[in-house]
Structure formats: C-alpha cells, structure tokens
C-alpha cells in the first residue's frame, strides 16, 4: 500500500506525529504559533482514549504532563517564547525525575513578548541552558513539514528510551508552513516504548541504570511501587543528599546522553563531497541556505551545506570533520547574538573564519542574503545576487 | 476494636522525623496514615504528591508512590496523575506557601476543574523551610523573619477559598484535634471531586517564636481555644466571628468531578 499524500501545516504534522508515536495525553496554555497543535489534540484526543487538558499556565502545563507520564502516558506539551520561559522549572524536574516527555517550542521574536508570532531562531541556548543547574538535553530543530513529522516521533522515542524530556524547537516558519509530504503508514517508523521493570517489586530501584546507562520506569498504579523527586535522590528515588551520591547522580544524567550521542545527533548533508565553503544550518534557515548554495556554484563557488536536525547535544563530530577541509565556514541563523556560530566557532576552534549572516527583525533569511555574504566574503567586495 | 496505626505506609529506617518538636506536621502525617489504613489504601494504588517546604518534605517517610516536585506545583503535577489514571488515589500535600502563595492558582483551577485529588494543607501562617518569612496567610499585624514591624498585608482564607473556587468538600482542623483530623481526612478521601483539608498548626520554631508562641504546648492551647465546631462559630455575630475560626465540615456537595465530565464530553465526541 502506497502512502498517503497530504497538505499539511507543521504544527499539524507535529499534532499527527506525536500521536502515531503514541502520545495519549497532551496538557498546554494557548500560546501563537503553537496554539494548532492544541486545538488539534483538543479535537483527536478524546476520539482515540486520550487526555486533552488545557491548563492554567505553563507551569500547569509541563507539570500534568509530567503527572500523566508517570502515569504511564506518552505525554506532551506545545509553547512559544514566553510559555517556554515559563517551563523551565519544571522542565529541570523532568530531566532529574528522569521523566520522559516532549516539549514542542515553536520559536518567536523576543525578547519578552517581542515580535509576538513572528519566526525567530534565538531560543537555541535558552533549550540547552535555561534551566538552573547542571543538566543536559536532547533538542531536535525541523526545516520542512516531513521533518516535523520524523523529527516527532524521533523526540517521543528519544524520550522514553533515555527516560528524558526531550524538545522539538521549530521556528515559526516551519511550524506554520504548509507542504505536502508523503505520510508514513502506520507502522513504517520505528515506535519505542519506554523500558519497563522486570525485577520482583520489592527490589526494584526506580533510578538504578542497567549497562545502558537508563533505568527501567514504572507506571503509578502497576505492582512497582516508587518515589520520584526532584530533590538529589539516591538509586531508590528517596532524598539523599550524600556528596558521594550527588557526583554519581550528576554524572549519570550526563552519562546516558553522552553514551547515545552518536544514535541521537542526527544531521544531513548536501553538496559537501567537494566544497570550499560549508554551511551550517537549522530550522527554516535550512531552505534559504540550501537555495543559496546553489546559487553560488553556479557562480564557481563551492558550497556545502551540514543542516543540524539535533541542536543539543551539539553535533561538534559532524561539523568538526566537515569543517576541517574547508576555508570558511557560514552560519546563517535567525538572531543576533549568532547561537549556532558561536557553537561552530567553538567546534572549530579560532583560527577559522565564521562567516555569520544574522537577521533578527521577524522575517526570513532570505537566499540572497546570504549569497551576498558568501561572494563578498570571497571577492572582498560587493557582489549584487541574481534574481 | 484495635485502633488503626498507620505504621504500614511508613518507611523503615527513615524516623525520627526531621520536624521540630512542637511542629504540626507529625500530626498531619499520623493522622492521614491512619485515615489510609482505616480505608485499608494500598501502596501502589496511593500516590502522594508533594511540594516544597517542611510539609512538602512528608513523603520522605511513606511507603506510598510519590512525586515530590517543585514550589507550588504539586497540584498540576496531581492533575495530571489523576487525569490520565482515574483509578488511582491522590493525595496532595502542601504548606500554606505552597498552597495558596506561589502555587495559589493552581488551587483555584484545581478546585475549578474539580479534579479527583485531596489536598491536605498544613497553615502555620509561615515559610517554615526558609526561616519564617511571611506568606498569604500570615495574618495582618504579625510578625515573622520579613515583616519585622508587623504584617501590612492580609491574610488569605484557604477553606474560603476552596469554596468560591468550586471544592466539593472542604474540611478545617488542627493537630489539637488529632481524632478529627484524621476523620476528616476519610471524608476528603472519599469524596469524589476536589477535596481540602486546611490543618492549622504551629510553628513554634518561627512563627511561634515571633508571635509569643514560643512554646508549642501553648500554641496547641491557643488552637483549641480560637477554633470552635463549625455549627457553633456559624452562629456566632458578625463582630464575634474574627476572634475565632471554623473547623470541621465546612464545604460538602457533589458536583460531577473533571473525569466524569470528560467521559461525557468524550462520549458526545465519539458520536460525530
Ligand atoms: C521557586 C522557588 N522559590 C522559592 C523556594 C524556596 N522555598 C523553599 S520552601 C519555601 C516556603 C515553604 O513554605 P510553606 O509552603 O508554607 O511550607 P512550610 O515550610 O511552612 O511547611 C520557599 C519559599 C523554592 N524552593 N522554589
Ligand atoms: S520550622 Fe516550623 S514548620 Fe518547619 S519543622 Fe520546624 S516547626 Fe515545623
């Protein structure tokens, strides 16, 4: 049987996405340009054995999702900008309770409520750093409608085989773009569910990782009984604030990511086989640069494009060995203080050139943008784009 | 008849307690251990959840499931518990500053949505866990660790709260009337929608302290004194009612709780 074609909107794809991976429960706060995919789950939910909740704030929304994943659900949430703010506190319970969700953050202009709606790429180190201590996650970032479906299912198994929160960050763009794309059939991706307890009830260890570095979870209301906090706690989910136990709790936050990375850094690649100049993209920013690099071969200059689907943990083994041969290296994102190009710098260390092209008034990189910057940077004067 | 003990939901190896002597919170603790033997509760059906503060710190001691989560937040956490697994029993547990000062609309909603948890707050007109500041319901005039002149705000009612919020029950009470609480407690556990029960209790260690309650005998004293049976503070005047409060049974009605309106909002979808 064929797959199904269809028109669909990102945030929509996301809405149909996240169900087919499973999800039964979604708890949100109306927020533009995410509000879709609430009002999608508020209509299919309930049709499937699902939950939908329209919660008080944000903080009420991560919290029951929180609450309905250790209840056993695939549960989720969807915000923007200041909704996303507003998460992180919790979001920090997430990553230490060891609670798999997914936090879908259509990124708008800030900062504050800053150009409400309008598309933005400068969220990136507020997914990776804004919550208060020491913590990592996984972040995933779509440029087109398909991408929004994958990269969906890809965040709900990513969540429950590593027992953590994981963040879909689609700029306004993608998310409300509208494409047709070629829908999987049910069954044709991979679904995981998160690892259950075999071990008799009364030994079970609800923060004891197997070799995999993840710890089995139980559902409230099955055989295993258990406490989950948010307070340092030992192997057993009960408070302990031993010095001894807090490095190994730490550490092991760190450890079932770091020992995944290469399964979760997810990238693709285009022209880079013979390239002087490399790319480095995300999100909506994807397509422009991509238009852009054509351009510019057709005008003798070898661009290579590295489109990040994973901003966090940081692909720096990718961008580092595709960097390595080549002069420059472009970041074109949507902010100003150039999140991804500091990244990159770091990855490739000073002495190369970073050539940024930012925009941070609401609207789209455009191709010639960054054409312009990649022949003037290379002629060292200005070169008018065609078109 | 051998009276209920409780000690089976608590965990071997974790008492003594951290509260200070004097505190109300052991009480509180005993008393709901004993309503959950009474309604012969399992562990793994039961799931109590926590926020933060010396109340907060109660599931440290129960063999139950927890979730002891962040500062005003257990409610939304509970929602989510319940609303996914209906057939679970959850328990809420909070101080006044949890309850209804950083997490206050969380218990709005909570009561609005009339889900299916209760929410057992311990008042002891402070932040016991940070050193005694004031919190909503520090009432006027006292002083504690950040209003050193005396309270320039008012304070909030909790059961009145609850109330206009849409509680289907609502309970007051204090470590003073041990037997009470925990009959109250019972009452809020089977009630189906949002429950409360406000528990009244001292803090000699700041609150009573600050507030010539250094001892908690006295503060114990001072709580049967000030607290009259619902039936009898109703009656008092208007001019009469400020000196003391209401315990017992104050809010007991049966409005369908969120669950069964959504399986009626789910039904009707199915049908389209
Ligand atoms: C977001 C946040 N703000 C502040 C605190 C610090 N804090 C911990 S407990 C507490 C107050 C606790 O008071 P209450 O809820 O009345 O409980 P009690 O300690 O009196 O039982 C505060 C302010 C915190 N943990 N989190
Ligand atoms: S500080 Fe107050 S609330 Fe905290 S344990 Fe001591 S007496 Fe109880």
């Not at chain 2, 607290?227 to 003391?244: A, C, I, M, N, T």
Request: proline fraction near 5%.
């Amino acid at each position: 049987m064929g797959r199904e074609i269809k028109l669909m909107q990102g945030n929509q794809a996301i809405s149909e996405a996240a169900i087919y991976a499973g999800a039964r429960f979604y708890a949100g706060y109306p927020i533009t340009p995410s509000s879709e995919i609430a009002e999608i789950c508020s209509r299919v939910l309930p049709t499937i054995g699902g939950i939908f909740l329209q919660m008080e704030d944000e903080i009420a929304s991560i919290a029951a999702v929180v609450g309905a994943s250790l209840a056993g659900a695939k549960a989720f949430t969807a915000t923007s900008g200041p909704g996303f703010s507003l998460m992180q506190e919790n979001l920090g319970l997430a990553v230490m309770g060891e609670v798999p969700c997914v936090i879908v953050n259509v990124q708008r202009a800030g900062p504050s409520t800053g150009l409400a709606t309008k598309p933005s790429q400068s969220d990136i180190m507020q997914l990776r750093w804004g919550r208060h201590g020491d913590q990592t996650v996984i972040a995933l970032c779509p440029a087109s409608v398909r991408e929004c479906f994958e990269l969906t299912v890809k965040a709900f198994n990513f969540a429950e085989k590593f027992r953590v929160p994981v963040i879909l960050a689609p700029d306004e763009i993608v998310g409300h773009m509208r494409e047709s794309f070629e829908v999987p059939r049910a069954g044709e991706l991979e679904i995981i569910d998160r690892k259950k307890p075999s071990c008799p009830p009364d030994q079970y260890l609800p923060f004891e990782a197997e070799v995999d570095g993840i710890a089995p979870l139980a559902a409230y209301g099955g055989d295993h009984v258990f406490h989950i906090t948010s307070s340092m706690h030992g192997p057993n989910g009960y408070a302990n604030n031993n010095p001894q136990n807090a490095s190994w709790r730490v550490e092991q936050l760190h450890r079932k990511i770091d020992l995944h990375r290469d399964e979760i850094c997810l990238t693709k690649t285009f022209d880079t086989e013979d390239m002087d100049v490399l790319m480095v993209t995300i999100g909506a920013t994807t397509r422009s640069g991509r238009a852009a690099a054509l351009e510019a071969r057709k005008r003798g200059v070898k661009v290579g494009v590295l489109q990040l689907l994973t901003l966090w943990p940081f692909p720096e083994k990718e961008v580092a060995a595709l960097a390595r041969d080549v002069d420059t290296v472009v970041v074109p994102e949507m902010n100003y203080s150039g999140q991804i190009a500091g990244e990159v710098q770091r990855v490739v260390g000073t002495e190369k050139e970073i050539l940024r092209v930012n925009r941070y008034n609401g609207t789209i990189i455009t191709p010639r943008d960054i054409l312009e910057s990649i022949l003037e940077s290379r002629s060292g004067q200005s070169v008018r784009a065609g078109g | 008849m051998t009276h209920a003990t409780g000690t089976k939901y608590l965990k071997n190896g974790m008492l003594p307690h951290m509260w200070c002597s004097g505190c109300g919170i052991g009480i509180l603790m005993g008393a709901m251990v004993r309503a959950f033997e009474e309604l012969e509760y399992t562990n793994h059906e039961t799931v109590v959840v926590t926020g933060i503060g010396c109340t907060g710190k109660l599931d440290d001691y129960l063999t139950t499931n927890a979730l002891h989560v962040t500062h005003g937040r257990a409610l939304p956490h509970a929602t989510g518990v319940k609303a996914f697994n209906p057939r679970l029993k959850v328990v809420v547990i909070m101080g006044d500053g949890d309850s209804v000062t950083i997490g206050g609309n969380h218990l709005i909603h909570a009561a609005r949505r009339n889900i299916d948890v209760t929410a057992i707050i311990l008042n002891n007109f402070n932040y016991g866990m940070t050193g005694g500041q004031a919190s909503g319901t520090t009432p006027e005039e006292c002083i504690t660790s950040t209003t050193s002149f005396g309270n320039p705000e008012r304070e909030i009612d909790i059961c009145a709260l609850a109330e206009v919020a849409g509680a289907n029950y609502v309970a007051r009470q204090t470590p003073y009337h041990g037997w009470e609480l925990k009959e109250n407690i019972k009452e809020a556990l089977n009630k189906k929608g949002f429950s409360l029960v406000e528990v009244v209790s001292p803090c000699p260690t700041h609150f009573g302290k600050n507030n010539e309650m250094l001892e908690a005998r006295e503060m114990l004293l001072w709580l049967q004194e000030k607290s009259l049976p619902v039936e009898k503070y109703r009656k008092l005047g208007v001019g009469e009612k400020k000196d003391y409060f209401a315990v017992g049974t104050l809010v007991d009605r049966n409005a369908p709780d969120f669950n069964t309106r959504y399986e009626e909002i789910r039904k009707r979808a199915l049908e389209l």
